[in-house]
């Protein structure tokens, strides 16, 4: 459940970032976006992926991360 509601709000939040807002916003450096895919990975691994393939999942993840943390949405996740 908890994973449902990550993904809608990402969902949400992504599409807000990619619009007018997204030059705003500062790109996130790649230590913090390793530091939140690794974060990611473990609740990926403590409370599943709600049927979404890990990659997909972790890039909804980061981006919800960045979001909230006030930084640009990535397109892809290396």
Known sequence: MKT???IL???LSTSLS???FADEKPKADI???AELKQFCSEVAEEDG???LSL???LLVCVNQEL???G????KKLD
């Open 67 to 69: 979001d909230e943390e």
């Open 31 to 33: 230590e913090l976006i």
């Open 49 to 51: 992926t709600d049927d």
């Open 4 to 6: 449902a509601i990550l």
């Open 18 to 20: 990619f619009g007018i």
């Open 71 to 74: 930084y640009q949405s990535i």
């Open 9 to 11: 709000s990402t969902l």
């Open 55 to 57: 990659p997909a999942f």
